[in-house]
């Protein structure tokens, strides 16, 4: 089983429309996640964290967090083309340590 | 306030060549991290440095590999007698020192390394 886990899409969605994204992870003593966006040919770039169970909103951006079911989530309201990127969820380990998904591909459809 | 700098952006390197990736942290950070990424896969980490230290090198490959971030200058990954699979993006991130943690690590730009 991978340690952080994501569908590794295409997903496709309507310009306007909300893109979920999905993330779950083995670990059970996590305390820290993180979502990072990449555009091709780029580095990733930090969108949210996230430390508590519960929602965390930044503009258009919600994180949610669910750490009895180990599952953590990226919504994006009023979606854009320039949204279309690679979406990577992230874990804390010990020792100061991050692990990554693999990512989802989004694109969005004008 | 500079971000995360790396350079060369771009490295070009003959098979058996040396490559030496530089990484400036940003500024007030002094945790390092090194991650390597294939073109269409995700990030794998490679090493975690504070000054002086290497704190976790768990990823970095037994042989060839070598990283440091000395008191002055910047932190380097050097790759020797480099081979074509080493061809990739190398990836430089910082977090600030805070107790605790992980907290956010924030990315350089990357050097792209290509071997011939």
């Known amino acids: ?110 | 306030n500079a971000g995360v700098m790396q350079n060369p952006r771009h490295l070009v390197r003959r098979r058996g060549q040396e490559a030496r990736l530089r990484c400036s942290p940003m500024k007030g950070h002094s945790h390092v991290y090194w991650y390597r990424q294939l073109p269409e896969e995700g990030l794998k980490f490679m090493v975690y440095l504070q000054k002086e230290n290497i704190i976790d090198e768990s990823g970095m490959p037994k042989e060839r590999f070598s990283a440091e971030f000395p008191k002055e200058g910047p932190s380097i990954l050097r790759i020797q007698q480099v081979v074509r699979g080493d061809s990739a993006a190398y990836f430089c991130a910082s977090s600030p020192r805070q107790a605790g943690g992980p907290y956010e690590q924030y990315f350089g730009p990357g050097t792209r390394l290509t071997v011939t």
């Open chain 1, 1 to 110: 089983q991978k340690e952080v886990e994501q569908n590794s899409g295409p997903l496709s969605v309507p310009e306007g429309a909300i893109a979920s994204l999905n993330c779950t992870y083995s670990d059970r003593v996590s305390q820290s996640f993180f979502w990072y966006r990449q555009y091709s040919g780029k580095s990733p770039e930090l969108i949210m964290s996230i430390y508590s169970n519960g929602d965390k909103e930044d503009g258009r951006f919600t994180a949610q967090l669910n750490k009895a079911s180990q599952y953590v989530s990226l919504l994006i309201r009023d979606s854009q083309p320039s949204d279309s990127a690679t979406y990577l969820c992230a874990r804390g380990s010990s020792a100061s340590k991050i692990i990554f998904g693999s990512g989802t591909r989004l694109s969005i459809r004008p």
